[in-house]
């Protein structure tokens, strides 16, 4: 039974010290245009309350099932019991459970539940307060827990004995597909959550569902309780474009016809024999009325809107209450509000979610787990004081394995821009992203701030500037947003300002309506001939001079490459890379602010697992990007006349036009090579002119594999320890509950010597170890090697095997 138990004390201490924990840290966010979530006060009342559904089997026995040889609960009644964790314990599970065996005298009963972290089916039974914990905080995921009552001792160990009698797949109701080892979608924010003292279930209740072309209502039709009928009903109306008055509705049965009285459809259902289950008795199915839903059907409720519509959520992502709306009327033919449409998008993100209010509370808590498992990252967090509270207003997040990796080689180039964020509260995400030498981005560091403010803006850069220092040649690009040009004066003053081209091309558009003056603006942000960046701006001058006063007044920065500096190798005249970003992470803009920067996190962990990856696959010495762009300029070099000086100089000329090309120096009139790092045609043409085969050694090293190899060995560790309220950091667990760990290691391998009883297998063996459910905790990969002459055959009294675990991260 202790194997079967995850968790000694200090996991049960864990839900307790949540609760008690000192609530100084609680702050309550605040966001721009003065939209703010609800005080968050400090007595324990505030806190939100943990909820969770037990769905309590009693009355019944348990089988084994002849397809699976699994246990089957079977016989049996079901009771859904929704609790709150910071007050209910066992003594009242075990009262609820007593009485529902009232009428038998001291009755032996066992009450257990199953151990989802195994492989096989296990049962761990409930006899006290502690074991009550263990169950809550191993389902805490999914919110929702089965526990199974029986009077007979039959929930011991799976290898019972095959004389027991078999429940038949065919014949006897069984419980295989509510199995407890796949986490529940149902959300106990919803509105269609109910605690109706109805909601009692029969096993052997064949469940009816309800879609846009499977209509179940008929005589005979059964449904899991009064509620499940109700919804099918209003799904069934609106689908065939009707509406209905109820004549009789209570706990036991219910009556109800066409709206039109001159109509003949009616409806009458009743609870069976099992007290639960609703079996329609009567329906006249035709309708003798004329009907529609185009002016709307009061049975499409937010209730309903938010059951239709979760699916397409879940698989477009976010789409706009008014996309919705046209959606419905498409498929459903029924003219819903907007309001109703808006507010059944709200409940779906609450569902999916969980309240957005809640993200707030474990702000500190997620940044504490950040430092603990990612030492030496720069992580944020700024608050507003108000009288004894606080309030949100910003959070950073630089891991040391993104800023190391950006200074060790990355091209010292950061691209900034802030998205708008889609969710209850406004705000804005803010992201600096680099370039490697492949031209892949690198996030390095990302925030999310109350609004594009000067204030705001000041706040990230010194916060980058923290992580990542002043590295020498480091150019900043942008979009010239609302209070970042003052930022970056005061925070990076010497450094290199960049403006990004299409940017200030559709600025330049909204006060110019010129198509020949917006070619030429993209002509000289080209060039990095500087002599042919000046003849591009007086064309420009000579058509209509305040163009150009235009350009020195409000876009001072630098946007042509004839003006970039030749340290960053980096010749972006566009902030594309923030907006791949930006596009990248679109999905989870739309979330919570913990499931959002979390949510970060874990994409910027799998992509530089990814990445690694794909290094190790590379062969040469120059990563892909720059052995295309030889390839590329080595063809058709005919046309290019070489007069050659010494041996490292030259006069290239082609069409009239003439280039000094200096190998020694790695530099070329035309400036692409010094710009770029990576040779110009007439360089190239210059090699080839020498017959030089190592054209390797004309690239600069930040193309190197080598150097793409040291900005990917850095590790971003993973958040073994979630953060309670949290659905996407997982379960809460302390570092003492967990043997099987991974630390600054990418694997750890756990040896143990095993004795095997007679006529016991090895895959058996290996099963009931408890480091694979320790990895199972992790969410980790298992690698079991098992040294063993022949695996397939049962092993002898008393034979000993080296079994082997390799936990992959």
Same mark, same amino acid.
């Given at each position: 039974?202790?194997?079967?138990?995850?968790?000694?004390?200090?996991?049960?201490?864990?839900?307790?010290?949540?609760?008690?924990?000192?609530?100084?840290?609680?702050?309550?966010?605040?966001?721009?245009?003065?939209?703010?979530?609800?005080?968050?006060?400090?007595?324990?009342?505030?806190?939100?309350?943990?909820?969770?559904?037990?769905?309590?089997?009693?009355?019944?026995?348990?089988?084994?099932?002849?397809?699976?040889?699994?246990?089957?609960?079977?016989?049996?009644?079901?009771?859904?019991?929704?609790?709150?964790?910071?007050?209910?314990?066992?003594?009242?599970?075990?009262?609820?459970?007593?009485?529902?065996?009232?009428?038998?005298?001291?009755?032996?009963?066992?009450?257990?539940?199953?151990?989802?972290?195994?492989?096989?089916?296990?049962?761990?039974?409930?006899?006290?307060?502690?074991?009550?914990?263990?169950?809550?905080?191993?389902?805490?995921?999914?919110?929702?827990?089965?526990?199974?009552?029986?009077?007979?001792?039959?929930?011991?160990?799976?290898?019972?004995?095959?004389?027991?009698?078999?429940?038949?797949?065919?014949?006897?109701?069984?419980?295989?597909?509510?199995?407890?080892?796949?986490?529940?979608?149902?959300?106990?924010?919803?509105?269609?959550?109910?605690?109706?003292?109805?909601?009692?279930?029969?096993?052997?209740?064949?469940?009816?569902?309800?879609?846009?072309?499977?209509?179940?209502?008929?005589?005979?039709?059964?449904?899991?309780?009064?509620?499940?009928?109700?919804?099918?009903?209003?799904?069934?109306?609106?689908?065939?474009?009707?509406?209905?008055?109820?004549?009789?509705?209570?706990?036991?049965?219910?009556?109800?016809?066409?709206?039109?009285?001159?109509?003949?459809?009616?409806?009458?259902?009743?609870?069976?024999?099992?007290?639960?289950?609703?079996?329609?008795?009567?329906?006249?199915?035709?309708?003798?009325?004329?009907?529609?839903?185009?002016?709307?059907?009061?049975?499409?409720?937010?209730?309903?809107?938010?059951?239709?519509?979760?699916?397409?959520?879940?698989?477009?992502?976010?789409?706009?209450?008014?996309?919705?709306?046209?959606?419905?009327?498409?498929?459903?033919?029924?003219?819903?509000?907007?309001?109703?449409?808006?507010?059944?998008?709200?409940?779906?993100?609450?569902?999916?979610?969980?309240?957005?209010?809640?993200?707030?509370?474990?702000?500190?808590?997620?940044?504490?787990?950040?430092?603990?498992?990612?030492?030496?990252?720069?992580?944020?967090?700024?608050?507003?004081?108000?009288?004894?509270?606080?309030?949100?207003?910003?959070?950073?997040?630089?891991?040391?394995?993104?800023?190391?990796?950006?200074?060790?080689?990355?091209?010292?180039?950061?691209?900034?821009?802030?998205?708008?964020?889609?969710?209850?509260?406004?705000?804005?995400?803010?992201?600096?992203?680099?370039?490697?030498?492949?031209?892949?981005?690198?996030?390095? $560091?990302?925030?999310?701030?109350?609004?594009?403010?000067?204030?705001?803006?000041?706040?990230?850069?010194?916060?980058?500037?923290?992580?990542?220092?002043?590295?020498?040649?480091?150019?900043?690009?942008?979009?010239?947003?609302?209070?970042?040009?003052?930022?970056?004066?005061?925070?990076?003053?010497?450094?290199?300002?960049?403006?990004?081209?299409?940017?200030?091309?559709?600025?330049?558009?909204?006060?110019?309506?010129?198509?020949?003056?917006?070619?030429?603006?993209?002509?000289?942000?080209?060039?990095?001939?500087?002599?042919?960046?000046?003849?591009?701006?007086?064309?420009?001058?000579?058509?209509?001079?305040?163009?150009?006063?235009?350009?020195?007044?409000?876009?001072?920065?630098?946007?042509?490459?004839?003006?970039?500096?030749?340290?960053?190798?980096?010749?972006?005249?566009?902030?594309?890379?923030?907006?791949?970003?930006?596009?990248?992470?679109?999905?989870?803009?739309?979330?919570?602010?913990?499931?959002?920067?979390?949510?970060?996190?874990?994409?910027?962990?799998?992509?530089?697992?990814?990445?690694?990856?794909?290094?190790?696959?590379?062969?040469?010495?120059?990563?892909?990007? $720059?052995?295309?762009?030889?390839?590329?300029?080595?063809?058709?070099?005919?046309?290019?006349?070489?007069?050659?000086?010494?041996?490292?100089?030259?006069?290239?000329?082609?069409?009239?036009?003439?280039?000094?090309?200096?190998?020694?120096?790695?530099?070329?009139?035309?400036?692409?090579?010094?710009?770029?790092?990576?040779?110009?045609?007439?360089?190239?043409?210059?090699?080839?002119?020498?017959?030089?085969?190592?054209?390797?050694?004309?690239?600069?090293?930040?193309?190197?594999?080598?150097?793409?190899?040291?900005?990917?060995?850095?590790?971003?560790?993973?958040?073994?320890?979630?953060?309670?309220?949290?659905?996407?950091?997982?379960?809460?667990?302390?570092?003492?509950?967990?043997? $099987?760990?991974?630390?600054?290691?990418?694997?750890?391998?756990?040896?143990?010597?095993?004795?095997?009883?007679?006529?016991?297998?090895?895959?058996?063996?290996?099963?009931?170890?408890?480091?694979?459910?320790?990895?199972?905790?992790?969410?980790?990969?298992?690698?079991?090697?098992?040294?063993?002459?022949?695996?397939?055959?049962?092993?002898?009294?008393?034979?000993?095997?080296?079994?082997?675990?390799?936990?992959?991260?």
């Amino acid at each position: 039974m202790n194997e079967n138990n995850l968790t000694e004390n200090n996991i049960s201490n864990s839900l307790e010290q949540s609760h008690t924990d000192t609530l100084d840290d609680i702050s309550k966010p605040t966001w721009e245009n003065i939209v703010e979530s609800p005080i968050i006060d400090y007595d324990s009342a505030s806190m939100p309350s943990s909820k969770y559904k037990l769905k309590l089997k009693y009355g019944g026995i348990f089988r084994l099932s002849k397809k699976t040889f699994k246990k089957m609960y079977c016989f049996g009644s079901q009771k859904c019991i929704y609790i709150d964790t910071w007050s209910y314990n066992f003594s009242q599970l075990n009262a609820e459970v007593i009485k529902r065996y009232s009428s038998k005298s001291n009755p032996d009963i066992s009450i257990c539940y199953i151990d989802k972290y195994t492989p096989d089916q296990s049962f761990i039974e409930l006899d006290s307060d502690e074991k009550f914990t263990d169950m809550l905080i191993m389902y805490e995921n999914e919110k929702e827990v089965t526990i199974y009552v029986t009077t007979e001792n039959n929930i011991g160990s799976n290898n019972l004995d095959f004389s027991t009698q078999l429940c038949d797949d065919r014949g006897e109701p069984q419980d295989e597909d509510d199995s407890d080892y796949l986490p529940s979608e149902e959300s106990y924010y919803s509105h269609l959550s109910s605690d109706n003292e109805y909601e009692e279930m029969n096993d052997d209740v064949e469940v009816n569902s309800f879609t846009r072309n499977n209509q179940n209502m008929k005589v005979e039709s059964k449904f899991e309780n009064v509620t499940c009928f109700k919804r099918a009903l209003n799904h069934h109306a609106i689908i065939n474009e009707f509406d209905y008055f109820i004549q009789k509705s209570d706990p036991t049965r219910f009556t109800a016809r066409c709206e039109n009285l001159d109509c003949e459809w009616r409806i009458h259902a009743s609870i069976m024999q099992d007290g639960v289950t609703f079996q329609v008795k009567k329906m006249v199915e035709s309708h003798t009325c004329t009907r529609s839903n185009k002016g709307g059907n009061k049975r499409a409720t937010q209730g309903w809107i938010a059951n239709v519509i979760t699916n397409k959520l879940k698989s477009d992502g976010d789409v706009s209450p008014t996309e919705l709306r046209k959606w419905i009327m498409k498929t459903y033919n029924v003219d819903v509000l907007y309001l109703k449409v808006f507010r059944g998008k709200q409940q779906v993100h609450i569902d999916m979610y969980g309240k957005w209010e809640d993200s707030f509370l474990k702000l500190d808590e997620f940044r504490e787990e950040l430092l603990n498992r990612n030492q030496g990252s720069v992580v944020e967090i700024d608050f507003d004081i108000v009288g004894n509270k606080k309030r949100f207003k910003r959070f950073f997040i630089c891991f040391l394995a993104c800023s190391q990796g950006f200074l060790a080689g990355c091209r010292p180039y950061i691209a900034l821009d802030a998205c708008h964020l889609k969710g209850k509260f406004n705000g804005v995400l803010a992201a600096a992203t680099g370039v490697d030498g492949n031209n892949s981005i690198f996030p390095v $560091a990302y925030a999310v701030l109350e609004s594009e403010n000067t204030q705001s803006w000041t706040w990230f850069l010194e916060s980058l500037r923290k992580s990542i220092g002043n590295p020498d040649g480091l150019v900043i690009s942008s979009d010239m947003q609302k209070g970042l040009e003052v930022a970056m004066m005061n925070v990076y003053p010497n450094i290199e300002h960049r403006e990004c081209i299409r940017h200030l091309s559709s600025n330049f558009k909204k006060h110019f309506h010129n198509d020949f003056l917006s070619n030429k603006i993209w002509a000289a942000s080209k060039t990095y001939c500087l002599t042919e960046h000046d003849r591009l701006l007086k064309d420009i001058s000579d058509v209509n001079k305040d163009a150009i006063k235009y350009l020195n007044t409000y876009h001072k920065k630098i946007w042509s490459k004839s003006k970039f500096g030749t340290s960053s190798k980096c010749d972006y005249n566009t902030n594309n890379i923030s907006e791949t970003f930006n596009s990248w992470i679109d999905e989870l803009r739309y979330q919570p602010v913990l499931d959002l920067l979390d949510g970060i996190r874990e994409k910027i962990m799998k992509r530089l697992n990814k990445k690694r990856m794909l290094v190790k696959k590379l062969n040469g010495t120059l990563v892909p990007l $720059a052995k295309d762009h030889l390839n590329d300029i080595s063809k058709n070099l005919g046309e290019y006349e070489v007069c050659r000086s010494c041996d490292y100089q030259a006069e290239v000329k082609c069409q009239g036009k003439r280039w000094d090309v200096y190998l020694d120096k790695r530099k070329c009139s035309c400036r692409v090579w010094q710009v770029t790092g990576r040779p110009c045609v007439h360089t190239a043409a210059f090699i080839a002119f020498i017959r030089d085969a190592n054209w390797e050694k004309y690239v600069d090293q930040y193309f190197t594999i080598e150097n793409l190899k040291k900005h990917m060995s850095f590790k971003l560790l993973r958040c073994q320890e979630g953060i309670n309220g949290c659905k996407k950091m997982g379960r809460r667990y302390t570092r003492q509950s967990l043997n $099987a760990r991974l630390d600054d290691q990418e694997k750890i391998e756990l040896k143990h010597q095993l004795s095997l009883k007679e006529d016991t297998s090895v895959r058996d063996v290996a099963s009931m170890d408890t480091v694979k459910r320790h990895a199972k905790i992790l969410h980790l990969k298992v690698w079991i090697q098992v040294k063993h002459p022949n695996l397939k055959e049962k092993v002898n009294d008393h034979d000993r095997l080296s079994v082997s675990y390799v936990l992959i991260g």
